[in-house]
T-cell receptor, first 108, second 113 residues
Framework: KNEVEQSPQNLTAQEGEFITINCSYSVGISALHWLQQHPGGGIVSLFMLSSGKKKHGRLIATINIQEKHSSLHITASHPRDSAVYICAVLIYGNKLVFGAGTILRVKS | SAVISQKPSRDICQRGTSLTIQCQVDSQVTMMFWYRQQPGQSLTLIATANQGSEATYESGFVIDKFPISRPNLTFSTLTVSNMSPEDSSIYLC??????????FGAGTRLSVL
């Protein structure tokens, strides 16, 4: 079993839809990252969470430390949101353990 | 924040040759990390590059295959040695700053023929 599990693996949405991507982990962490990877390979850090909730524009990330679960929400989705979204947890030694990623495609 | 410059952005190499990837950061950082992302896979940590000491390699990765240099607090290189088609991947460097925030380079897309 992977230490970081993401769901769904693939997601297709219509423009304007509310999107949720889930991440569950089984190890002790100091923080959780949500990352966005575009087709060229570059990765952008969207959020770093250790508790509660963060919001940036149309993106919202939440984490429940007790349940070892985090969600990334995208409101009013747009085709430019199409990317791979990766959950990564920060463990001992400042190492990141990555989920497999969720491939999101938003159709206009 | 930290801005990372990684190069080359992509390369096509012949089997048996070596490629050195460079990662330059605009501020001093203690730890730099090198990751590999094979086609259709998630990222896997290759090694942690520490300034002033040898890199720490993860299970399955060895120094002879992936030698790493870290001459100062703003620069590191990863060499992929004696390449085979199985080495075709995206290679990324990242840095961790205070507060555990992670920043990533744009990645190097390597194809080995």
């Amino acid at each position: 079993k992977n230490e970081v599990e993401q769901s769904p693996q693939n997601l297709t949405a219509q423009e304007g839809e509310f999107i949720t991507i889930n991440c569950s982990y089984s190890v002790g962490i100091s923080a959780l990252h949500w990352l966005q990877q575009h087709p060229g390979g570059g990765i952008v850090s969207l959020f770093m969470l250790s508790s509660g909730k963060k919001k940036h524009g149309r993106l919202i990330a939440t984490i429940n430390i007790q349940e070892k679960h985090s969600s990334l929400h995208i409101t009013a989705s747009h085709p430019r949101d199409s990317a791979v979204y990766i959950c990564a947890v920060l463990i001992y030694g400042n190492k990141l353990v990555f989920g497999a990623g969720t491939i999101l495609r938003v159709k206009s | 924040s930290a801005v990372i410059s990684q190069k080359p952005s992509r390369d096509i190499c012949q089997r048996g040759t070596s490629l050195t990837i460079q990662c330059q950061v605009d501020s001093q950082v203690t730890m730099m990390f090198w990751y590999r992302q094979q086609p259709g896979q998630s990222l896997t940590l290759i090694a942690t590059a520490n300034q002033g000491s040898e890199a720490t390699y993860e299970s399955g990765f060895v120094i002879d295959k992936f030698p790493i240099s870290r001459p100062n607090l703003t620069f590191s290189t990863l060499t992929v040695s004696n390449m085979s088609p199985e080495d075709s991947s995206i290679y990324l460097c990242s840095v961790g700053t205070s507060g555990d925030i992670q920043y990533f380079g744009a990645g190097t897309r390597l194809s080995v023929l």
